[in-house]
T-cell receptor
Framework: GAGVSQSPSNKVTEKGKDVELRCDPISGHTALYWYRQSLGQGLEFLIYFQGNSAPDKSGLPSDRFSAERTGGSVSTLTIQRTQQEDSAVYLC?????????????FGSGTRLTVV | AQRVTQPEKLLSVFKGAPVELKCNYSYSGSPELFWYVQYSRQRLQLLLRHISRESIKGFTADLNKGETSFHLKKPFAQEEDSAMYYCALSGFGGSNYKLTFGKGTLLTVNP
């Protein structure tokens, strides 16, 4: 597609359930990023993938969070045993090469609500 | 550690008035600074980069290394400028792929 596609756009889940969020980056973009946007907290870096290199997971807030990127394209962010504090908008971005100077293109996000 | 501070959560101005959105940063090396904007019900998008020294939609931002600031300015605000603005920083070097964002300033331009 022409842009970064994220699904679902909205997700309501019960506390303790697992959720999977999907990101389909722009074709040909080798770098993929996940951020979390919370009200009043700005954007928090979660994880970064670049080509076949090991991902930088340093931003993941707990071991309940994990992400993978298959075939260098689609990425899935998984949150296990969701908690209410996980409620946020999860943003995915991709870029042609490593680094924001090449321009991040953001998706429209997945709004996660944990009840 | 790198940190971005946007001291104003909310900023309200009248149409035609000058606007300045403040951004201060903390970084031990040589930073690269950005402004991102998110209009209502739209995606987050890049507004401008300091390295490009460009003016986008009438906005400019100058990197002041002495004051560690990267304030966003526009001489005459328009109603369509109403949006959430985020200042962001990345470093040069090994981890320069990460953007560190401020908490954002919600700008409202009143008619």
């Amino acid at each position: 597609g022409a842009g970064v596609s994220q699904s679902p756009s909205n997700k309501v889940t019960e506390k303790g359930k697992d959720v999977e969020l999907r990101c389909d980056p722009i074709s040909g973009h080798t770098a993929l990023y996940w951020y979390r946007q919370s009200l009043g907290q700005g954007l928090e870096f979660l994880i970064y993938f670049q080509g076949n290199s090991a991902p930088d997971k340093s931003g993941l807030p707990s071991d309940r969070f994990s992400a993978e990127r298959t075939g260098g394209s689609v990425s899935t962010l998984t949150i296990q045993r969701t908690q209410q504090e996980d409620s946020a908008v999860y943003l995915c971005a991709s870029s042609l090469e490593q680094g924001p100077k090449y321009g991040y293109t953001f998706g429209s996000g997945t709004r996660l609500t944990v009840v | 550690a790198q940190r971005v501070t946007q001291p104003e959560k909310l900023l309200s101005v009248f149409k035609g008035a000058p606007v300045e959105l403040k951004c201060n940063y903390s970084y031990s090396g040589s930073p690269e600074l950005f402004w991102y904007v998110q209009y209502s019900r739209q995606r987050l998008q890049l507004l401008l980069r300091h390295i490009s020294r460009e003016s986008i939609k009438g906005f400019t931002a100058d990197l002041n290394k002495g004051e560690t600031s990267f304030h966003l300015k526009k001489p005459f605000a328009q109603e369509e400028d109403s949006a959430m603005y985020y200042c962001a920083l990345s470093g040069f070097g090994g981890s320069n792929y990460k953007l560190t964002f401020g908490k954002g300033t919600l700008l409202t331009v009143n008619p």
